[in-house]
T-cell receptor, first 115, second 114 residues
Framework: EAGVAQSPRYKIIEKRQSVAFWCNPI?????LYWYQQILGQGPKLLIQ????????DSQLPKDRFSAERLKGVDSTLKIQPAKLEDSAVYLC?????????????FGQGTRLTVV | GNSVTQMEGPVTLSEEAFLTINCTYT??????LFWYVQYPGEGLQLLLK?????DKGSNKGFEATYRKETTSFHLEKGSVQVSDSAVYFC?????????????FGTGTRLQVTL
């Protein structure tokens, strides 16, 4: 079974530029998450989709971050404009169910460096 | 709010030593509890889980018991190997009404030496 695919793996941009990340979840997984992991910290949930609807975006900085999940499959996360503090690894994960005991499957992440 | 607190690392052990990584949680309700592991250069992956009080999750020689009375889910292994060197994350899921939300601790880095 193919895992969660993310691209690019690495990205370096200057502050105030824009950047977009792409995620392809495991086929059939209805739940998709985007997490931000700053060096030395645990992953922080940015946004959670159930199919193509948003169920939690309470920690998404909406003035600069946006995300969409068209047709309930692939998803993109965009930052516009980027700030130095956005340097982090952006993780995408998917899950087959919203049940509490269900495992989330993670991609390898996109490492963003803002200079 | 809901949160997970882990012991700070790094934890450095010799091979075959006993491992304990402490994890406590705060949650309104009855969460499911998880340990995820991140090996160098790899993505996060599930190590073990427990879904109700007194459940014990186990995998690859690691164990953790869901203790509701102490709100803890400590990770243990009787004899660690160099290949166990990784970052370990304690996590919980809780129903938010519309979905289950997965919340992580800050992670504990384990370094095992020969």
């Amino acid at each position: 079974e193919a895992g969660v695919a993310q691209s690019p793996r690495y990205k370096i941009i200057e502050k105030r530029q824009s950047v977009a990340f792409w995620c392809n979840p495991i086929s059939g997984h209805a739940t998709l998450y985007w997490y931000q992991q700053i060096l030395g910290q645990g992953p922080k949930l940015l946004i959670q989709f159930q199919n193509n609807g948003v169920v939690d975006d309470s920690q998404l900085p909406k003035d600069r971050f946006s995300a969409e999940r068209l047709k309930g499959v692939d998803s993109t996360l965009k930052i516009q404009p980027a700030k130095l503090e956005d340097s982090a690894v952006y993780l995408c994960a998917s899950s087959p169910s919203i049940r509490l005991d269900t495992e989330a499957f993670f991609g390898q992440g996109t490492r963003l460096t803002v200079v | 709010g809901n949160s997970v607190t882990q012991m700070e690392g790094p934890v450095t052990l010799s091979e075959e030593a006993f491992l304990t990584i402490n994890c406590t949680y705060t949650a309104t309700g009855y969460p499911s509890l998880f340990w995820y592991v991140q090996y160098p250069g790899e993505g996060l992956q599930l190590l073990l889980k427990a879904t109700k009080a007194d459940d014990k999750g186990s995998n690859k020689g690691f164990e953790a018991t869901y203790r509701k009375e102490t709100t803890s889910f400590h990770l243990e292994k009787g004899s660690v190997q160099v290949s166990d060197s990784a970052v370990y994350f304690c996590a919980l899921t809780l129903n938010t009404g519309t979905a289950s939300k997965l919340t992580f601790g800050t992670g504990t880095r384990l370094q095992v030496t020969l």
